[in-house]
């Protein structure tokens, strides 16, 4: 990639009307259930450039009338043919064989993910079709709203924007799209950040739907339901594309404001998995909404700055203020998360500065669930919040507390807003070996300082290492039990937490009461607590914490505390 055509991306936003939204942090794959009449297919000409070809939509004539609209099957069956029978690098989704490491570093160094991989990768690639199967047979309304999609972009690799887009740039930017008619260019004079952008993008919309992804039917049928995909993973290192873990799952946050995802409640489920399903909280900016809807609603709050909360600000803002968010498992999205962020973001304390915003004008007393655990956010200067506050009453918007008690009211039972006491804490010393666990980072002599109130103990199976991982509240690989032989119990992985002094390795192995290497003794517990764990063990998770008065113990020794 040459520097003179990098900058050509700097400062920008791009706003791209579409019928098939592709993410905007990089590599997004292809979802075929939503294809207009006359909607053309694209296929890469000499150069990469689009070249036009007619689409056989097999299943255009199954057709039902079902709540007074009639219904048709929009699949492209012609495109799934020709997209099963690709092969080469990264078709179907199939992870990139790595070979040349020397170009690996550099790859990342500008992007957070390896742009060598996505370079090697057709910009029209397959991927997997891993929807439910109920997916292939459902039928959508005929006729549907246009929609004007926003992809903004700030110094992103040529070959992952281009894949979104669906082209490949041979000269400059603008140039280059007068050949797509649908696609139009705005230019920010200096870089706004992502909020600001696609506000920008959306006042330029001419679309009856904003479309951050490909779920607009919903909208159809209620103009003031916001719908989100399911976001598939593509790998940062060999772009394998695989779901998140679990799957379809409800948005959720903790009490520190950071996106968690948790079960649909039995009261939730549906007969049909591939059925749409409530959720509290989007993941960020994937997401259809109706315009005048949108507008309606204040659009995203301009006093959010660059990146951060404003997936919370939108959907507290949606849910209380006469609307619904509803999450599609047959609407699929593949995302790059960046190995790390390659660029600077102005501001410093933006982020911080976006979440107590939000608290202080949507969260009213439940904010100080917020303060009491990031207390540094109570005398931070938020802005002038009086035309948010305003805008509030003028909905005629819900409170904070029936949000929490329709809509997000199994959040409490993953993300208490009291946190229930410790069984125990403090340092855990090996029998065996009187040794203590230890975070490799923590130097003697010095005081203890972690990123985060909450990194727990992840094990992936038997004979695996034990890793800290930040706690996602899903149990699982973080799920222990403190047995009373004072074991350290893995359910997973039925192991126990073993550990080797001579090489001073903590290891997950098969569980033996007599091992002194795998008895483990916490320097305080809670008898209240532990004195009712049924069958002498409870389920719990190890965290590391400086919530408690007492975790800061002898230097240089990492603190634990078990929590339900």
Same mark, same amino acid.
């Given at each position: 990639?040459?520097?003179k055509?990098?900058?050509?991306?700097?400062? +920008?936003?791009?706003?791209? +009307?579409?019928?098939?939204f592709?993410?905007?942090?990089?590599?997004?794959?292809?979802?075929?259930?939503?294809?207009?009449?006359?909607?053309?297919?694209?296929?890469?000409?000499?150069?990469g450039?689009?070249?036009?070809?007619?689409?056989?939509?097999?299943?255009?004539?199954?057709?039902?009338?079902?709540?007074?609209? !009639?219904?048709?099957?929009?699949?492209?069956?012609?495109?799934?043919?020709?997209?099963?029978?690709?092969?080469?690098?990264g078709?179907?989704?199939?992870?990139?064989?790595?070979?040349?490491?020397d170009?690996?570093? !550099?790859?990342?160094?500008?992007?957070?993910?390896?742009?060598?991989?996505?370079?090697?990768?057709?910009?029209?690639?397959?991927?997997?079709?891993?929807?439910?199967?109920?997916?292939?047979?459902?039928?959508?309304?005929?006729?549907?709203?246009n929609?004007?999609?926003?992809?903004?972009?700030?110094?992103?690799?040529?070959?992952?924007?281009?894949?979104?887009?669906?082209?490949?740039?041979?000269?400059?930017?603008?140039?280059?799209?007068v050949r797509?008619p649908?696609?139009?260019?705005?230019?920010?004079k200096?870089?706004?950040?992502?909020?600001?952008?696609?506000?920008?993008?959306?006042g330029?919309?001419?679309? =009856?739907?904003?479309?951050?992804?490909?779920?607009?039917?919903r909208?159809?049928?209620?103009?003031?339901?916001?719908?989100?995909?399911?976001?598939?993973?593509?790998d940062?290192?060999?772009?394998?594309?695989?779901?998140?873990?679990?799957?379809?799952?409800?948005?959720?946050?903790?009490?520190?404001?950071?996106?968690?995802?948790?079960?649909?409640?039995?009261?939730?489920?549906?007969?049909?998995?591939?059925?749409?399903?409530e959720?509290?909280?989007?993941?960020?900016?994937?997401?259809?909404?109706?315009?005048?809807?949108?507008?309606e609603?204040?659009?995203?709050?301009?006093?959010?700055?660059?990146?951060?909360g404003?997936?919370?600000?939108?959907?507290?803002?949606?849910?209380?203020?006469?609307?619904?968010?509803e999450?599609?498992?047959?609407?699929?999205?593949?995302?790059?998360?960046?190995?790390?962020?390659?660029?600077?973001?102005?501001?410093?304390?933006?982020?911080?500065?976006?979440?107590?915003?939000?608290?202080?004008v949507?969260?009213?007393?439940?904010?100080?669930?917020?303060y009491?655990?990031r207390p540094?956010?109570?005398?931070?200067?938020?802005?002038?919040?009086? +035309?948010?506050? =305003?805008l509030?009453?003028?909905?005629?918007?819900?409170n904070?507390?029936?949000?929490?008690?329709?809509?997000?009211?199994?959040?409490?039972?993953?993300?208490?807003?009291?946190?229930?006491?410790a069984g125990?804490?403090? =340092?855990?010393?090996?029998v065996?070996? +009187?040794?203590?666990l230890?975070?490799?980072h923590?130097?003697?002599?010095?005081?203890?300082?972690?990123?985060?109130?909450?990194?727990?103990?992840?094990?992936?199976?038997?004979?695996?290492?034990?890793?800290?991982?930040?706690?996602?509240?899903?149990?699982?690989?973080q799920?222990?039990?403190?047995?009373?032989?004072?074991?350290?119990?893995?359910t997973v992985?039925?192991?126990?937490?073993?550990?080797?002094?001579?090489?001073r390795?903590?290891?997950?192995?098969?569980?033996?009461?007599?091992?002194?290497?795998? !008895?483990?003794?916490?320097?305080?517990?809670?008898?209240?607590?532990?004195?009712?764990?049924?069958?002498?063990?409870?389920?719990?998770?190890? !965290?590391?914490?400086?919530?408690?008065?007492?975790?800061?113990?002898?230097?240089?020794?990492?603190?634990?505390?078990?929590?339900?």
């Amino acid at each position: 990639m040459r520097r003179k055509e990098k900058r050509l991306l700097q400062f +920008a936003g791009l706003l791209i +009307a579409a019928l098939l939204f592709l993410p905007n942090v990089g590599l997004w794959s292809l979802y075929r259930d939503r294809v207009f009449d006359n909607s053309p297919d694209t296929v890469e000409g000499p150069g990469g450039i689009p070249q036009i070809q007619a689409v056989n939509r097999a299943g255009k004539d199954a057709q039902v009338i079902r709540d007074g609209v !009639q219904r048709i099957d929009w699949h492209n069956y012609e495109a799934i043919k020709i997209d099963l029978s690709r092969s080469g690098h990264g078709e179907q989704g199939k992870a990139f064989p790595l070979t040349d490491a020397d170009r690996v570093d !550099q790859a990342y160094r500008e992007n957070g993910f390896n742009i060598y991989v996505s370079d090697r990768i057709s910009l029209n690639r397959s991927v997997p079709d891993i929807r439910n199967p109920n997916c292939i047979k459902k039928l959508y309304a005929d006729k549907l709203p246009n929609t004007s999609i926003i992809i903004p972009f700030h110094n992103e690799g040529w070959s992952s924007l281009l894949r979104t887009v669906h082209s490949h740039l041979k000269e400059a930017l603008e140039k280059y799209m007068v050949r797509l008619p649908k696609v139009r260019i705005l230019r920010t004079k200096k870089r706004e950040g992502l909020i600001r952008t696609r506000l920008l993008g959306a006042g330029a919309a001419k679309g =009856e739907v904003i479309t951050f992804l490909d779920s607009h039917y919903r909208i159809a049928d209620n103009r003031k339901t916001i719908v989100c995909p399911m976001i598939d993973v593509i790998d940062h290192d060999n772009f394998g594309y695989e779901t998140q873990a679990g799957d379809a799952m409800r948005g959720a946050f903790d009490w520190e404001m950071y996106y968690k995802r948790i079960p649909i409640p039995n009261e939730l489920q549906k007969n049909d998995p591939s059925e749409p399903f409530e959720s509290p909280v989007m993941a960020g900016g994937l997401f259809a909404v109706d315009r005048k809807w949108f507008w309606e609603l204040g659009g995203y709050d301009t006093g959010l700055e660059i990146w951060g909360g404003e997936q919370y600000e939108i959907s507290f803002k949606v849910w209380m203020c006469g609307g619904r968010m509803e999450d599609i498992p047959c609407s699929r999205v593949g995302h790059i998360y960046r190995k790390y962020v390659p660029y600077k973001v102005p501001g410093g304390v933006s982020l911080a500065r976006n979440l107590k915003r939000v608290a202080e004008v949507w969260m009213d007393e439940y904010a100080e669930y917020i303060y009491q655990r990031r207390p540094e956010y109570r005398h931070l200067s938020a802005g002038d919040m009086s +035309a948010q506050k =305003e805008l509030r009453i003028r909905l005629n918007c819900m409170n904070f507390k029936w949000f929490m008690n329709k809509v997000a009211w199994d959040l409490p039972k993953h993300y208490p807003p009291v946190e229930p006491p410790a069984g125990a804490w403090g =340092e855990v010393r090996n029998v065996g070996s +009187a040794m203590c666990l230890e975070s490799k980072h923590v130097v003697s002599g010095s005081p203890i300082r972690l990123e985060s109130c909450k990194v727990c103990f992840d094990a992936v199976s038997h004979n695996s290492p034990v890793t800290l991982y930040d706690c996602h509240g899903m149990k699982g690989n973080q799920l222990w039990r403190y047995r009373k032989d004072k074991s350290l119990y893995h359910t997973v992985s039925n192991s126990c937490i073993d550990c080797s002094p001579n090489e001073r390795r903590i290891f997950m192995n098969t569980c033996d009461p007599s091992a002194p290497t795998q !008895q483990w003794v916490f320097e305080k517990t809670n008898s209240t607590v532990s004195d009712n764990l049924p069958g002498g063990g409870g389920r719990w998770l190890l !965290q590391l914490s400086q919530s408690h008065p007492d975790t800061w113990v002898k230097p240089g020794r990492t603190t634990l505390k078990i929590t339900w």
